[in-house]
């Protein structure tokens, strides 16, 4: 019998290890054809790629209990000369430009990262490494400087909206699930299925200029004069947020939907993942004594400014409650450290909490985006790649 128990645990052991080698294997040979072949993917644009080799990576660091940490293809992003300058052709050629297109970065910046969902994601990383820059940008001549009061309004805009299970049926263009075989009169079939229980829907739709309707919101050309669509069995003053992105059949119509199925763009950053994350401000003028006044810092067309995503690495102080720590043990900067706080229906506002260099409180770290002058992400040891 004891001969057989120890026979089983070899061959436990054994399979335990042959386990390990097939997925190093093959989490290897995945990761590194990825890699190779990744720049030449036509369309796969640097931040899909960083966020497809971070879910392989961390997929294989837990598979194998850290054992193994794989490279990603996360590359710190140029656009500080040229055409690439902010705000780039997409944007408006202004400052409320320039405030989308860095808040977009800030977005992509935290999606790379994989929404701040892992924590201590530089874990495995030879050396201190607690922070890589994501952007590096410059604003343009011909908008001057970006204001960050701007910047924070436009992070307090709907980032997407979440459609009620009801407008689901149709992921491009909206529609609502209809008891039956047939749609009703003006609606458009798209597809049927047929329950468990032997009862049959189909997806019913307006035309595609109809696409706000379709996924539950409404277009008004005058909201204030209740110039709207018909709603039926509701007020329109519950479809209280405007949405753009959505269509109207009339160019003089605007998309509103309810407040409750809105996502912002400051929420998903600070409340996406169960770690949540954070977005923390240094103030480029480094004053001494006290911060600068947040309507006051500005991100001027004469220096290189960085959006860099920060994440505790054990490394350094050997626990994951130690960024605030790392922050006030390398500069002298004061920093703002911006989180969402709203209510449905009510105003939307950004809490913010002044820290200075003198912090050293052990509280729940949250993975954070930074931005900063290129400078201080260095004098950081944010790293570039």
């Known amino acids: 019998m004891l001969i057989r128990k120890n026979k089983k645990g070899i061959e436990l052991a054994f399979g335990g290890i042959i386990s390990i080698i097939v997925i190093l294997v093959a989490g290897g040979v995945l990761l590194w054809a990825f890699l190779a072949t990744a720049p030449k993917i036509e369309g796969k644009s640097p931040v899909e790629l960083c966020a497809s080799t971070n879910r392989i ?7 194998t209990s850290e054992y193994v940490s794989p490279p990603n293809a996360c590359q710190t992003i140029e656009q500080t000369s040229g055409k690439s300058q902010v705000p780039t052709r997409d944007y408006d050629q202004n400052e409320a430009g320039a405030a989308e297109e860095v808040r977009d970065m800030i977005m992509k910046c935290w ?3 994989l929404d701040g969902s892992e924590p201590n994601m530089f874990r495995l990383f030879p050396g201190e490494k ?3 820059v994501c952007y590096r940008f410059r604003i343009k001549d011909s908008v001057g400087s970006l204001n960050l009061e701007k910047l924070i309004d436009s992070m307090n805009e709907l980032y997407f909206v979440s459609i009620p299970n009801k407008h689901n049926c149709d992921t491009y263009y909206g529609g609502e699930w209809v008891d039956g075989e047939e749609c009703p009169l003006d609606l458009i079939a798209t597809k049927s299925i047929i329950l468990p229980d032997g009862k049959k829907q189909v997806c019913c739709r307006k035309d595609v200029r109809f696409e706000c309707e379709n996924k539950g919101g409404i277009c008004c050309e005058n909201k204030e004069e209740r110039k709207c669509s018909t709603v039926t069995g509701e007020s329109i003053g519950v479809y209280e947020q405007l949405y753009d992105k959505w269509a109207c059949p009339i160019t003089e119509e605007k998309c509103y939907v309810k407040a409750e199925t809105g996502v912002y763009y400051m929420e998903y950053l600070t409340e996406s993942s169960l770690l949540g994350g954070e977005l923390m401000i240094l103030d480029p003028d480094q004053n001494e004594g006290s911060g600068t006044p947040i309507k006051n810092i500005n991100y001027g067309k004469d220096k290189i400014w960085a959006i860099s995503f920060v994440s505790p690495a054990k490394q350094y102080c050997g626990s994951i409650l130690c960024k605030y720590q790392w922050f006030s043990d390398k500069t002298n900067v004061w920093s703002y450290f911006l989180r969402f706080v709203g209510s449905v229906g009510g105003p939307i506002r950004t809490f ?14 949250k993975n954070s985006i930074m931005l900063s002058s290129f400078e201080e992400a260095r004098k950081l040891g944010c790293a570039v790649e």
């Open 352 to 365: 913010v909490r002044h820290i200075s260099e003198d912090v050293r409180g052990l509280v729940d770290v």
């Open 130 to 132: 607690t922070c890589q």
């Open 111 to 113: 999606y790379m990262w």
């Open 57 to 63: 990576k961390v997929g294989i660091e837990h598979k």
